[in-house]
C-alpha cells in the first residue's frame, strides 16, 4: 500500500494529483461551511432579533469545534502511528481514549452551557431579549455538544486508516438532516431559536450515528471496545493531548478573536451582526482554500523529501494559482453582490445597506490571504512548523487586533473592516521573501520557483 501510494505521489501528473487529492477535502470542508450557515439564514428570516444572539453565541461554538479538532488531530496521528508499526492495541486504545477525552470534554461543555451563556451574553448587549435568545441557543447547543465532539474523534480515527469516505457521508447527512430540521422546528412547530439548536444538535447526533454505524457494522481497522475508554490510559491520553494541543490552540485562537472583535465593534450598530453574517459567508471561501492545503501538503512534502524540485515547483505553482482563483472569485462575488449575499439573511434597508459597505471593504482580505495561506504549506511540508505557527498566528491575532482597535479609535469606526485585508497584506509582505528563503536553504533550488 505504502509503495503504491509513493508511486502515486512520485509519478501521477502533478496537476491531476492536486485535484485527485483536493477534491474530497474540499468538499468535506463545503460541506462544513453549509453546516455553519444554515442556522443563521433560517432565524434570520423568523426573527431580526435572533440573528444577533446567533451571531454573538458563534465564537463558543467555533470553541466546541477547537476542542472537538484537537482531540481528533492527536488521535489521527497516533492512530496512523501505531497502525504503521503494526502496534493493532494501541490503535484500539488510542480510539477509544479519544473517546474519553471527548465525553470528558463533552462534561466541560455541557456545566459551560448550564452556568456560562448569560454572562456570556452580556458582555456584548444590554438588551434583555437578544440575551434570552442567546442563553436558549447557546444552552441547547453546548449541552448536546458530546454528539459533534465524539463524531470527531471518531471521524478522524477512521481517517487514520485511510477511510476518507464514511466521514464525509456523516458530514453530508448532518449538514442535510439540520437543513431539513431546520425550517420545520423553526417555522413549524414555532420553536424559534431554540428549534434551531435543536435542527443543530439532531444533526451532529445523525452524524455521529454513521461513525458508530462504521464501526460496528462495517468493517474497520478499529474496534470501539468500550473497556478501553471506561478505564483510560493516561499515557495514551498523554501523547493526543500532546500532539492535538497546537490544534485545539489555532482553532480556538479564532473563536477568541471574535470575541475580542465583538467587544470593540459592540457600540457600532449592526456590527456585532455584520460580523457573525461575514464569517460564515467567509468559510465559503476559506474552506475550499483549506481543502486545497489539505491536498497539496504531502505533495510537497514527498517532493521535498523525494528530492524532486520540478514536482515541488509545480505544485507550488499550481496551489497558489488555484487558491489565487477562489480568493479572487470570493472578493469579485462579495464587491459585486453584497446585497445579494445580505438578503439570504432577511436583512432590512439599512442593514443590507450597511452590510454591503462592509462586505465590500473585508473582501479585499481574500486577495491577500489566497496567497498567504499556501505559504504555511510551504513551511509545513519543509518541517518549519513554528514559521507556519507564527505565520498564522499574525494572521489571526497578533495584527489584526490591534489594527482593528485603532480603527475603532478613529472618528468614524466603520472602516475597522479594513484591519482584516491590511494585516493579510502585512503578513503576506512578511512571509514572501521568507518562504522563497527557507526553500532556498532547504531545497537549494529557489531560481526554479515562480508564482504564475
Known sequence: ???LKSEKLKNTPVNKLLIAMSLPAIFSMFVQAL????DTIFVSWKNDSYLDAVSIAFPLQMLVIAFAV???VGANSLVARSLGESKVDKANKTLNNSIFLSLVSGIIFI???????????QLFTSNENIIDYGVSYLSICLIGSTFVLLEISLSRCLQATGNMKMPMIGQLVGAITNIILDPIFIFLFNLGISGAAIATVIGQFAALLVSIFSYTRLKQDLMIIPKYFLRPDYEIIKEICIIGLPAMIMNSISSFTIIILNIFVKDINYAIKVLGIYFKLQSFVFMPIFGLMQGSLPILAYNYGNNNPIRFKKTFNLTLVYSFGIGLLGFLIFMIFPKFLMDFFNSNSDLKEYGAFALRLISINFIFASLSIPLTNVFQSLG????SLAMSLLRQLVLLLPIAYLFTLLADKNYFWLAYPISEFIVFCIFLPLALQTIKKKVNFVQEISFL
Not at 35 to 38: K, P
Not at 111 to 121: A, Y
Open 1 to 3: 500500500m505504502d509503495i
Open 35 to 38: 453546516y455553519n450557515i444554515v
Open 70 to 72: 484537537g482531540i481528533g
Open 111 to 121: 456545566l459551560i452551557g448550564i452556568f456560562i451563556p448569560r454572562v456570556f451574553m
Open 384 to 387: 518549519s512548523g513554528i514559521k
